[in-house]
């Protein structure tokens, strides 16, 4: 007697803002997609043209359903809303600057099928030359984020005692990795997780809501993989300012708010957020969280005097210094 595995239909869920110079090529990838693989878009008020884009390709059959939202409520909202409208489907976060082929996806579906302790897969995420780590690793509790900015991490990639916040591309990515956190930027959440785990954390506007995530899917006893086979680009800095150890989640949208929006102001949010996602998961002591608020800075003001030295114009590296000192706001 053999037994059939049943495979969940699957959404493709994707917030946008203000994305146009994005999502055509995103989307254009998933043109010859099967009838169980769905394209749903929200767009949280954009004020370019991507409302008139996405509309053009849900018209020419690349977006099954379109959201136009009148405003932007933030990340988690939005892409909580687009996991609501997707019934039973599995889950397939996707940032409008992130691209991956359906091979790829179906490689994740798979792995999903096989093994019913993963909660949640995600593909190795290249961004550009400029990269050096996997937007995966561990959770920042004080010890990894000590590893990671000492370089502890880097010196010894092979020490699972010194793995830090990020794992290194370079020295990780040849096999599958169990890990704490995977970025939200292209993340595959069966629709067994949500069931358990719930719908992102609504608490950010921005940042912190991927890593937040996927501790919850490990306290729920599953667990978390990025697949050495499947492979997805992000185009980290596409249209804003970013650090190659960042989170990335919906980074590309970063700087073309700090343009248009009023406050909230987004240009320190990675910082201010991951500190107040930590202090709240992790309830350290006050002599703890200063230790890992002194880390953080440290270690972000030193990555930012460095490229300032190599580079006066250097963006990113005021964008650094920003964060490093947003978590004492």
């Given at each position: 007697m053999t037994t059939t595995t049943v495979t969940n239909p699957v959404t493709i869920a994707m917030v946008t803002y203000n994305s146009r110079d994005h999502v055509v090529d995103c989307l254009k990838w998933f043109a010859d997609r099967p009838?169980?693989?769905?394209?749903?878009?929200?767009?949280?008020?954009?004020?370019d043209s991507t409302p008139a884009i996405l509309s053009r390709l849900r018209d020419q059959g690349l977006i099954d359903e379109l959201i136009l939202a009148p405003d932007d409520p933030g990340f988690a909202i939005g892409a909580n809303d687009v996991i609501r409208r997707a019934g039973d489907d599995d889950i397939l976060l996707m940032n409008p600057d992130a691209r991956i082929a359906l091979e790829t996806i179906s490689l994740m579906r798979d792995a999903i099928n096989a093994d019913p302790t993963l909660g949640a897969v995600s593909p190795v995420v290249s961004g550009?030359?400029?990269?050096?780590?996997?937007?995966?690793?561990?959770q920042p509790r004080l010890w990894p984020m000590f590893t990671h900015y000492t370089g502890l991490s880097r010196v010894l990639p092979g020490s699972r005692l010194l793995r830090g916040r990020h794992l290194f591309l370079r020295h990780h990515s040849g096999t599958d990795q169990v890990v704490e956190w995977t970025s939200g930027c292209c993340l595959y959440i069966p629709r067994s997780t949500i069931t358990t785990v719930g719908l992102l954390n609504e608490r950010w506007f921005l940042y912190g809501e991927d890593t937040e995530y996927c501790k919850r899917i490990g306290d729920a006893g599953l667990s978390i993989k990025v697949l050495a086979d499947a492979r997805a680009y992000h185009e980290v800095g596409g249209s804003s300012v970013v650090d190659e150890e960042q989170d990335p989640t919906a980074e590309d949208m970063c700087e073309v708010r700090m343009a248009q929006l009023p406050p909230p102001d987004v240009s320190a949010m990675w910082g201010k957020n991951l500190y107040d996602y930590y202090r709240c998961a992790y309830e350290p002591s006050i002599a703890t969280r200063t230790a890992w608020r002194v880390t953080f800075t440290a270690g972000n003001a030193l990555r930012a005097s460095v490229r300032k030295w190599r580079d006066p114009e250097d963006r990113k590296a005021a964008h650094l210094m920003k964060n490093a000192l947003a978590v004492w706001q």
């Open positions: 009838s169980d693989i769905r394209v749903r878009v929200r767009d949280n008020g954009s004020t550009g030359n400029e990269i050096s780590v996997m937007s995966a690793g561990r």
